[in-house]
């Protein structure tokens, strides 16, 4: 059944302790991306790789040609995302030296062209018959792609839906990154655990206090900074950014907009006539220097604030004040955290947003519970332990 962790429950550390008791599991975790590549799925699977490897024998089979190490993981190169043939390598390596487990970092995009790759079920599948006392899991950061917002996605979802469903139907636990995706399928496979298994941040966190990391950037301190970080990908209200810059800035108030990213030229273009820094993207440490800086992260999402969302983890985890949105995919924990640990308005208020933003803006006692509420909830609810711990508790 449905499996949602709640972190703070007390037993929390007497569950790690737990696991840490019993023999180590062997997982073999199949990802195509790693460090160095710019990919938030791979930089997800290189973190709690190297969490997992305090508690289990741990080794990563990708496709990424030359990845950094991980500490304690034993990473190969195995296959090639350009050539979907090529996932059966896999379960060659897999067969070769079985584990206990298999845990396929899922989305789509990242095995195939356009979101298709007929052979990665049918190579489960087989490694399944090959391999009976190997058990697969599942990690879904996309399923497939939404209906009714383009035609090419319509198109797409022909092949992606029925994929996912034989991925599906073939894991022995399947995990959602956000609790929409998972609640469906709990009902779809009732006798199969399926597991609403937040991220946490891509940035481990530097120590650098505040006016150090402003004067790395020439911000003097009383200068108002709107943090924004990510792509430029048409889930994030970049409009709604611009609207609630342009606010504050009405309002007399010294500020920049500090945008963290590979989209420097596309965010010029759209906020070019606000005080802008606009650079990236950064290694991981200069992400982490550069929201010590901030005093407001925006982060309105089409679909709201979600439990897959990396950029806002990394604002929680810094204590950055954040203002978001709520939407289709907001999670419970998010939804009952919002006016405590962060302000969001509801997807279809914009001058809500614009509000909270202004409300943030001009009240720094605010900004600082929000900051201080945020951090708390991040530590007690989606850190890498909290991740492993639910994770190793349904393997």
């Not at 709690?48 to 508690?55: C, D, F, N, Y």
């Not at 989305?107 to 356009?114: H, L, R």
């Not at 599948?125 to 899991?137: N, T």
């Not at 946490?200 to 990391?213: F, K, L, M």
């Amino acid at each position: 059944g449905f499996f949602q962790p709640r972190i703070s429950d007390p037993w929390l550390r007497l569950r790690s302790r737990l696991i840490s008791t019993v023999p180590q599991l062997k997982i073999h975790i199949i990802a195509a991306a790693l460090p160095p590549r710019l990919d938030g799925i791979g930089d997800y699977t290189a973190l709690l790789a190297a969490e997992l490897a305090r508690s289990a024998d741990v080794q990563v089979l990708t496709a990424q040609t030359g990845p950094d190490p991980i500490p304690g993981v034993r990473v190969e190169t195995v296959f090639d995302a350009a050539d979907p043939r090529s996932v059966w390598n896999i379960a060659r390596a897999v067969a070769a030296d079985p584990p206990d487990w298999v845990l396929l970092q899922y989305n789509p995009f990242s095995y195939g062209k356009w979101g298709f790759n007929p052979h990665l079920p049918r190579m489960l599948a087989s490694l399944k018959r090959r391999c009976p006392g190997v058990r697969i899991a599942v990690m879904a950061h996309e399923t497939f792609v939404p209906l009714g917002v383009s035609w090419q996605f319509q198109v797409m979802s022909l092949w992606q839906r029925p994929q996912f469903a034989a991925l599906s139907r073939l894991a022995d636990v399947l995990f959602f990154s956000i609790e929409a995706w998972a609640k469906p399928y709990a009902k779809k496979f009732p006798g199969k655990p399926v597991v609403h298994l937040p991220v946490g941040s891509n940035i481990p966190r530097v120590a650098i206090p505040r006016a150090e990391a402003r004067a790395r950037l020439g911000l003097p301190d009383t200068t108002l900074v709107l943090g924004v970080f990510g792509a430029m990908h048409p889930s994030r209200l970049m409009d709604w950014v611009r609207d609630a810059a342009e606010a504050v800035c009405a309002t007399g108030q010294e500020m920049v907009v500090l945008y963290i990213g590979p989209d420097r030229e596309a965010v010029h273009r759209l906020l070019g006539s606000l005080p802008l820094i606009a650079d990236g993207p950064f290694p991981a440490e200069e992400v982490s220097r550069r929201f010590a800086a901030m005093d407001i992260h925006l982060a309105p999402f089409i679909d709201g604030l979600s439990t897959r969302r990396g950029s806002l983890m990394t604002g929680l985890q810094h204590g950055v004040a954040t203002v978001g949105t709520l939407g289709k995919n907001t999670d419970t924990i998010l939804r009952e955290a919002s006016g405590k640990s962060f302000l969001a308005s509801d997807i279809a208020d914009r001058e809500q947003f614009i509000a909270n933003t202004l409300e943030l803006a001009t009240n720094a006692a605010l900004r600082e519970k929000f900051g201080c509420n945020g951090m708390h909830l991040y530590e007690g609810e989606f850190g890498w332990e909290s991740a492993k711990v639910n994770l190793l508790s349904k393997l």
